[in-house]
């Protein structure tokens, strides 16, 4: 049996055998035509062509159904491609004057365009060669009659290895059979993670050579939330695993009884539980799991998805959905790209250290066009719901008052211009700068709220990059500094009485919930997959108990401490 250890992208614990995912390179002859044959090859170009285009539309069809517009519009790009003027004329002239055979003519004509297009200093067009491969590839395939995979015709449990999964395949993965995915890059906001999640199918990424490790048929086992595989497993092995998939599906089950409750501890003391999403689309599994409203939505996945900025209107119609979908609040955060994010279309300056550098609401009170749309998006979308908006990496008090003014400006705008907008919007911010967290009651005279983004916040406290396998030892969520950073904060909010919130990852740890709950948070914020989970674990717990618990926790010496005092904490009930 082999072990290996990748990113857990999507929760749940999937069995089953292996299949490959080749991508096969497709190669054509070269062999010359004759002059009679030139109008045959046009004609079975012309045919391709169009036969591509069917197929490409059929895709957006099930897609925009299956996993929504924004999802389907990647295709739009590949239709294009099967009319784009020049690679037909390329592709005619090499027929009709070099004699070529029409699969050789258009490949030669596709590859001239996919170099001009590596060769590119701007990584949006290097990215844009890997869709016209795609598209090269589905033509090529009309005229040299090869089947593609088609992954909707697996009819068995199967986990698919791939190096990457692109857009055409994921779209095409049905949850029922496809149990789950490994693939050798990718990490938890990587495009096949994003889907992975959509469409509830448990998958690690990041595994670097899983696709040299497994063979097809070898019965592979899968821990998405844990981010563990096993491969080529002995009866016993996997029988271990059938018991662990079975008592993580009884307690999925057994969650169930608090859905529709209040989250309160033992001694009534209540809290909120949100959910963090990514589009409009996850707000099916945010209902489905029963979040109190929405903590986070990362608005930057609208514009990490589109090929140039999403348009006021476009964006409109994405929060609009968002928003109409619940009674509760939901916290819209304003672009936060940067760091890890990367806007290729933008053509952002690289720099030595980019988690510190031009990114987020630094970028946005530079690129004021950018912001105003978005805020004018948001004002116009705020009849539609209870919306709160949010900026990222707020560092200063000028920041946060610069960014409030530009809101306040499109506020007049709109007014002005006799457009409906909601008087109760909640405007706030992210608590993920350790200087924000220290000076927390300053910024509470000026923000409604606050919500404390502990995946940076932990990584510019220990500075110890959150993408950085060699110092992630360093990365300790129950350091007491970091406790006391999230104490300052929480202090400092409640001084103004504003509400203070938490949409890092931390906020769905088990061990982190109760000292959370003892510091005096208010709003939880997680993937909806952890809300029932944390739901139950806070309905266990008892507030004055865990007062006296934080109040421990800040006094330890070491985050290992920390951890050991919750967990017997925790193994006592
Ligand atoms: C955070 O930093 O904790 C956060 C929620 O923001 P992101 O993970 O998107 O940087
Ligand atoms: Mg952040």
Known sequence: MLKMKGIGASNGIALAKALILKHEIIKTNTK???EKEITAELKKLYAALDAAGDEIKQLIKNTTKTLGPEKAAVFDAHLLITTDPVLIEDTEKLIKEEKCNAANALENAANKSIATLQAMDDKYFRERAADVIDVRDRILRKLLNIKAIDLTAIKAATIIVSHDLTPSETSQLNPEFIKGFLCDVGGRTSHAAIMARSLGIPAVLGLKNVTSKVKNNQFCVL????????IDLNSNEKNKWIAKQKAWVEEQKSLLVFKGKLTKTNDNH??????NIGSPKDMIK???????GVGLFRS??????????PSEDIQFEEYKKVLSATKDKVVIRTLDIGGDKELSYLDLPKEMNPFLGYRAIRLCLDRKDI????????????VFGKLAIMFPMIATVEEFKAAKAIYEICKKELIKEKVKISDDIQVGMMIEIPATAVNAETFAKYADFFSIGTNDLIQYSLAADRMSEKVSYLYQPYHPAILRLIKMTIDGGHKYHRPVAMCGEMAGDKIA????????????????????ETRKIISTLNKNEMERLATQALQCE????????VAKMLKQK
């Not at 109760?514 to 952890?530: H, I, N």
């Not at 070491?558 to 005092?565: G, I, M, R, S």
Request: without cysteine; hydrophobic residues 45%; glycine residues 6%.
């Open 32 to 34: 010359k035509i004759n």
């Open 223 to 230: 821990d998405g939330n844990t981010g563990e595989i096993e």
């Open 270 to 275: 209540e809290v909120k539980l949100e959910a």
């Open 286 to 292: 945010a209902i489905e799991y029963d979040a109190q």
């Open 300 to 309: 930057e996945f609208l514009y990490m998805e589109s090929n140039d900025l």
């Open 371 to 382: 912001f105003k749309t978005q805020l004018r998006a948001l004002l116009r979308a705020s």
């Open 513 to 532: 919930v109760p000292l959370l709950v003892g510091l005096g948070l208010d709003e939880f914020s997680m993937s909806a997959s952890s809300i029932l």
């Open 558 to 565: 070491t985050n290992e401490e920390v951890k050991l005092l």
